[in-house]
């Protein structure tokens, strides 16, 4: 197995692992057990600074 080999098979799986990444970070935040928490960072943009 050569670079350009090697190269193409980490270039493949490379878009698979970010696809994953991506898919289980969406999971994570939209978990129903994880709704109160997000909630209130959603909050804090709005919260008064005084």
């Known amino acids: 197995m ?3 080999d090697l190269y193409m098979t980490v270039r493949s799986y ?3 692992w ?9 999971v ?3 978990w129903p057990k ?3 928490a997000m ?3 959603a ?6 600074d005084r």
Do not use: S, T
């Open 34 to 36: 994880r709704r109160k």
């Open 28 to 30: 994570w935040v939209y």
């Open 2 to 4: 050569d670079l350009v």
């Open 43 to 48: 909050r804090i943009p709005l919260e008064d």
């Open 14 to 16: 490379w878009i698979a």
């Open 39 to 41: 909630d209130a960072h």
């Open 18 to 26: 970010v696809l994953m990444l991506f898919i289980g970070m969406i």
